[in-house]
């Protein structure tokens, strides 16, 4: 079954302790990128990789590191988490630079991360 | 500033009724336009989109219209059934420096009534 597929689906950790959500894709897909969710804010991209050593931040990188030194993985870092990046996280990849804009993205099912 | 808005955070619809989701947009570069849904615990699909060549399109019980000049598009949804029960995300794209990744509405939250 094509996917994406995120993990841990739920993570609590304390303030600084440094954490790794993983993300893996099986469609072979090029293009990668992590997003949050947060209640009245919608989805928000953190970073984005359009090929195997290709990354890019976008619109809330701060506190974020990536890293893709494989097509299927893309994981995010936080390195020393704060509360305010409690959130939703979201990894999703497309096939093409149009980024789905025919078929849309995939996503994976989400990380509920909360950091105390 | 916000490129795309979902000005109803949410909306409230009785089941065999059409529901009517509206997104506005402020760039003009934005060419191609689309609609995800989501349940609670899972991550956004895929649900439609449309071309700015268009101003209509139609799958099944979703259509997604388009007008440019307003820099308006609408998902409209009938007849509505509980399960379209979601939060839904409209999304635009359009090329800057060759690269379209799509900017999201903030969502909104509809709730179809049995």
């Known amino acids: 079954e094509a996917q994406v597929t995120q993990n841990p689906r739920y993570l609590i950790t304390v303030t600084g302790k440094k954490l790794t959500v993983t993300c893996s894709q099986n469609?072979?897909?090029?293009?990668m990128s992590w997003y949050r969710q947060d209640p009245g804010l919608g989805l928000r991209q953190i970073y984005y990789?359009?090929?195997?050593?290709?990354?890019d931040k976008g619109d809330v990188p701060e506190g974020y590191k990536v890293s893709r030194k494989e097509k299927r993985n893309f994981p995010l870092i936080l390195e020393s988490p704060s509360p305010n990046q409690t959130s939703l996280y979201f990894c999703a990849s497309s096939l093409s630079r149009g980024w789905g804009r025919n078929y849309g993205y995939t996503f994976g099912s989400g990380t509920r991360l909360t950091v105390v | 500033d916000q490129q795309v808005k979902q000005n109803s955070p949410s909306l409230s619809v009785q089941e065999g009724r059409i529901s009517i989701l509206n997104c506005d947009y402020t760039?003009?570069?934005?060419?191609?336009f689309l609609w995800y849904k989501k349940y609670p615990a899972e991550g956004p699909t895929f649900l439609i989109s449309i071309s700015s060549i268009k101003d209509k399109n139609e799958d099944g019980r979703f259509t997604v219209f388009l007008n440019k000049s307003a820099k308006h598009l609408s998902l409209h949804i009938v007849p509505s059934q509980p399960g379209d029960s979601a939060v839904y995300f409209c999304?635009?794209?359009?090329?800057?420096?060759?690269?379209?990744?799509?900017?999201f509405g903030r969502g909104t939250s509809l709730i179809v009534h049995p």
């Open positions: 999304a635009a794209s359009g090329s800057s420096g060759g690269s379209y990744i799509p900017t």
């Open positions: 760039n003009s570069m934005f060419d191609y």
């Open positions: 990789s359009m090929n195997v050593e290709v990354t």
């Open positions: 469609m072979n897909h090029e293009y």
